[in-house]
């Protein structure tokens, strides 16, 4: 079997400039940031990023790495939209492509499943579909209904957290809302995940929990080990969302917001560097859970 594991920064060496990459995950949950972290200490730019959004967009666009965003939101939740996109967007800096929710799934199933496009009634007559050049089909069949042509999301490359993952890429995710990561992993033509906990055989260690796999080790291209790699978002069960740190990054966008003046406290010089700035991993794994 094919062994999987890389380093942070094999799997950002795996990307590059002008590429479009999704990142799973949702908002202020259960995103992969030790991977962006990795991305934003690297040279890439230029990148259509494909996301339901949260600090991981509006990182990526403080630091000029974004041409182009395709979204559904942009938001963290209790902190309902995100300051650092926020300024790059009413400052034109980068082009978008925006979605209602529905419509952004159906893309990323339009790719996973190779086809140009899905049907779909959602959009509209909306401005969605006019300001996002998004074209009609008709029915060919009695009911002659016309429809929104939802083009596939075809990603380069998907970046995802997950609970827990063995070298062949057998992954584990769990929480509420794990239903839109493996609709990203089989849209991607490679996808990298982190995890918070590695072994080498899943059915040795969790035969139990077979369930949990919610992707076939096949669409995963490569794994890495980074326990609390989703902070400051969420990781259920295994760590709530920092508010403090959301508070205090969302604060930081305040003008002049520059990004370059606080961008050493909320990336760091490598994932120990930027942990140990937030208590550490035992003050992440103390974190509650957030009551909906």
Not at 21 to 37: E, H, N, Q, S, T
Not at 226 to 234: D, T
Request: with cysteine.
């Amino acid at each position: 079997m094919l062994d999987k594991r890389m380093t942070p920064a094999e799997i950002v060496g795996q990307l590059s400039d002008g590429m479009t990459l999704g990142i799973g995950g949702w908002g202020p949950r259960r995103k992969p940031m030790a991977l962006v972290r990795e991305v934003l200490r690297s040279d890439l730019k230029d990148l259509t990023i494909v996301a339901y959004g949260g600090a991981d967009v509006g990182m990526l666009c403080a630091a000029g790495k974004v041409k182009k965003l395709v979204f559904a939101f942009v938001s963290l939740d209790a902190i309902p939209l995100e300051p650092w996109f926020r300024k790059a967007r009413e400052a034109g800096q980068i082009e978008v492509l925006e979605l209602d929710e529905g419509m952004f799934q159906w893309g990323l199933k339009a790719a996973a499943f190779q086809l140009p496009f899905l049907p779909t009634r959602v959009g509209l007559g909306t401005d969605l579909a006019e300001l996002g050049g998004l074209k009609t089909v008709q029915s060919p069949y009695a009911d002659g209904e016309t429809l929104i042509a939802m083009p596939a999301l075809k990603l380069d490359a998907a970046l995802l957290h997950v609970n827990r993952s063995d070298w062949r890429g057998n992954i584990h995710a769990f929480g509420p809302d794990v239903y839109y990561d493996e609709w990203f992993a089989r849209a991607a033509a490679k996808t990298y995940v982190s995890c918070e906990e590695l072994v080498d055989k899943m059915e040795d260690h969790y035969a139990d929990q077979a369930q949990a796999n919610i992707v076939e080790r096949a669409f995963i291209s490569g794994v890495t080990h980074i326990p609390c790699g989703a902070h400051p978002s969420s990781m259920p069960p295994a760590y709530g969302w920092d508010m403090k740190a959301f508070k205090a990054y969302t604060d930081a966008a305040k003008d002049p917001g520059d990004w370059n003046a606080v961008k050493d406290r909320f990336v760091g010089a490598n994932e120990a560097d930027y942990l140990a700035g937030f208590g550490g991993k035992e003050a992440v794994a103390a974190l509650p859970l957030p009551i909906f």
